[in-house]
């Protein structure tokens, strides 16, 4: 079976993951993959996702495509990409490495994607088969000094309010009975777990006629915070009341309109 394709008739021979926990060991580090920048999410995640919602030829949108994690991932998997960020460095350091391609389509644009009309006017109508998002979780990373950037904003619902707009926005060319996924952690503030994942989660289904297809919770071993220094951050739960966070929320919406 062609490798960038999915069949379920050949359901056998697939490495697509069905279980709704997905331990990885450590990040594919393979052809134009580099660890350089905060918060970028491992590339076996876009990379799944799209070859199980998605055929080769087929356009993914990002709306926060940071240091192009799913960019290289289409480019791997022959499917074309349309992709947001309000970061200008990490957008010439993105093109710079796809100077060369001639293998899918792409286009990268500067845009804050809470701004419906700049949005609209950098999407130029086109239609999209699948949509993924991996945001900022709050005001952890601070990103950029821009004053629209999700990554400096700590209320809650403030947060939500922009990060749906966010998506509402995507949404709009998203194809009718095609899936899009939510990427996103929970966060550590004032001495608590503020379970970021699941506001998030009921967010989008309070706001959207969309169906919850999946919850997944990935863990990576290979976490460049915890390599080699496990037993430091096992002492210092311990000593505290805190359990340390490995785990992410894969959330797979399939939307209906």
């Known amino acids: 079976m062609n490798n960038d394709e999915f069949d379920v008739k050949n359901w056998k021979e697939t490495n697509i993951l069905t279980d709704s926990l997905w331990l ?11 660890n350089v920048y905060h918060g970028n999410f491992v ?43 309000i970061n200008q460095q990490i957008i010439d350091f993105v093109n710079s490495k796809m100077i060369d391609t001639q293998d899918i389509n792409f286009e990268i ?25 991996h945001p900022p979780y709050m005001d952890i990373v601070k990103f950029t000094d821009l004053q629209e950037d999700l990554s400096h904003i700590s209320d809650l619902k403030l947060f939500l309010d922009k990060f749906t ?4 926005n995507g949404l709009q060319y998203l194809e009718k009975n095609r899936y899009f996924a939510v ?6 503030k004032k001495s608590e777990v503020v379970p970021l994942g699941f506001y998030v ?22 976490n460049r915070g915890k390599i080699g220094v496990n037993n430091i951050w096992k002492y210092r739960a311990l000593k505290s009341d805190y359990y ?4 992410e929320y894969i959330f797979v919406f399939k939307k209906e309109f």
């Open 24 to 34: 990885i060991n450590e990040r594919d580090k393979s052809g134009k993959h580099a």
């Open 43 to 85: 590339p076996q995640i876009p990379n799944q996702l799209i070859l199980r919602y998605t055929k080769a030829g087929e356009t993914v949108l990002d709306l926060f495509m940071g240091s192009g994690t799913t960019l290289f991932e289409c480019e791997n998997l022959k499917r074309n990409f349309i992709g947001f960020d």
């Open 109 to 133: 644009n500067n845009c804050d994607v809470t701004n419906k009309e700049k949005f609209d006017s950098a999407i130029k109508n086109q239609k999209v088969q699948f949509l993924i998002a």
């Open 165 to 168: 707009q966010a998506i509402g």
């Open 183 to 188: 990427v996103i952690g929970d966060v550590y």
């Open 201 to 222: 989660n009921y967010a989008i289904k309070k706001k959207f006629n969309v169906k919850l297809k999946g919850i997944v919770v990935k863990n990576i071993e290979g």
């Open 244 to 247: 340390i966070f490995k785990h």
